[in-house]
């Protein structure tokens, strides 16, 4: 393992610690993701954050409030384009996505010579993660933690039962807008550590993971994070081992979890089939 | 005017990239439609990222790229589709799980070549400008193979996409159809993804579809104004991404442009229909109490 002995060096330690704390927070956010069926809204989410982070590097402001500002651009496109009823949800968000990553592209090309930054953007670059990216990281982390506390049950409630959750008086619609906002912001997050595209590897599969193992959403979200963070750690000894890129890695460290996952309760499920089956014949 | 809208396509390389953006047009805009029917802008994006790896796989081992696309696109087609038919497990979290698989595994293959970055931005954004007459003619003979299967498989397309229980019980084997709408899908990525990127093959399979339905709620209709509109954009994008970059000084990629006309005519197609219907109701008067 040549991880173990890059401990010493503050690059690597930097890598993981950011890889944790993006990891365990994605997937406790995913938890989300998945009751609400947001995948493919994630994915429009994460390519049109993209323009955002160009134009920011343009300006040279900050990323993340480039990304934030075209996130929330994205989530009222989307608002906009699905309110005129003839075009259904998917259909809205792609329309959104492919003009907004458009966008990004067509300012990215009107530059010259950053090319370099563009391939860092889309798939991450764990490795250069400094002390202050660490810092937001950690702030937006714990913003997004603490929403998902005190609305818990909320949420939750909205998620399972949008028809009731009105009626008891709590409006649905603000709840949607805020779980996307938390998704956004997840996402901005961690641009720095996966890039833009592979930030939805990270939200829905630690979480996919996690749901085969309990039902309860509190569980699954700790679960879930736990899941993001080893998969975190996974990827980067893995980058470290074989000289791979980092946020990719990790991305497949999480898909091998899964997949490990999978694997166990399709066996266990086999295995109780087959007991009961057996208990069956001879109670006959 | 006619400088602007002529002049570009003097060059044989303009004349060459025009002529792929109109097949892939005419391929996507047909096709387009089917994948509003059946909701499949998801399917679409994900199969753009499934064939990353296959182009990965070919370009570091040297191999054609098309066939590479090609391979990894069929493949891509029969795991979504099995994908999606999975119990206790969503359809939307298996394509994002997918997506997410996929695509890291094209990154870390072109990451163990040293040129990595640019590389995956060439194979990422396309070059439609270094387009080859052989690559038209594999684009034109995919666009022909496809339009042949949707014109003989529509009718239980049609059917499959607004009533699926009736098609099911009709005897029609849903697995297939759906296996034949991913598949063709998959072709047109293939088509498009190695001449024009990702962006644009995404942006030509959602965006037409939605202009025409925007216009019409008829099948044949929207299926020329769809093919119209792809092509039309097609056709300015390029030449505005020319105009630019040769007298303004502006370097425009020719692909991102054309997705921008396109995202252009939705929302012009999208403000004009409103105003239509908004106009159309209020000449009928109030709508009666429901």
Known sequence: ?284 | MFRLLVEPFRDAYMQRALVEILVLSALAGVVSVYVLLRRLAFVGDALTHTIFPGIAIAFVAGHSLFLGALFAGLASAVLLTAATRIRGIDHDAALGVLVGAFFSLGVVIVSTQSSYTADLTALLFGLIHTVATTEIIETTAIAVGVLVVLRLTHKELVLRAFDPVAAEAMGYRTLLLDLVVNGLVALVVVAGVRAVGTVLVIALLVVPGAIARLVSERIAPMIVVAVGAAGLCGYLGLAASYEASLNHNVRLGSGATVVVALTFAFVLTAAFSTLVRRRHRAALGPALPA
């Open chain 1, 1 to 284: 393992m040549r991880i173990l002995d890059q401990l010493g060096s503050p690059l690597i330690r930097r890598a993981l610690l950011e890889a944790v704390l993006v990891g365990s927070l994605c997937g406790a956010v995913g938890v989300h993701v998945l009751l609400r069926r947001l995948p493919f809204f994630t994915l429009a989410l994460s390519h049109a954050t993209f323009p955002g982070v160009v134009l920011a590097g343009i300006l040279g402001v900050s990323v993340y409030l480039g990304g934030a500002v075209a996130a929330l651009g994205l989530v009222l496109a989307v608002a906009i384009i699905g309110s005129t009823r003839r075009l259904e949800a998917s259909t809205a968000t792609g329309v959104a996505l492919a003009g907004a990553f458009a966008i990004g592209v067509l300012l990215q090309s009107a530059q010259s010579s950053a090319t370099r930054n563009l391939a860092r953007f889309l798939v991450g670059d764990i490795l250069t993660v400094n002390a202050d990216d660490l810092a937001m990281t950690a702030l937006f982390g714990l913003v997004v933690v603490a929403a998902l506390a005190v609305f818990h049950k909320e949420l939750v409630f909205s998620a399972f039962d949008v028809v009731g959750a009105r009626a008891a008086g709590y409006s649905s619609s603000r709840l949607e807008v805020l779980v996307l906002a938390l998704v956004a912001l997840t996402v901005v997050t961690s641009i720095r550590a996966v890039g833009t595209i592979l930030s939805v590897a990270l939200l829905v599969t630690p979480a996919l993971a996690a749901r085969q193992w309990t039902s309860s959403i509190g569980r699954m979200m700790v679960l879930g994070a736990a899941f993001g963070a080893a998969a975190g750690v996974a990827g980067i000894a893995a980058s470290a081992q074989w000289d791979v890129a980092g946020g990719s890695a990790i991305a497949l460290a999480a898909t091998g979890l899964l997949a490990v996952t999978v694997a166990i309760q399709q066996a266990r499920t086999l295995r109780k089939a087959c007991i009961s089956r057996s208990v069956g014949g001879r109670d006959r």
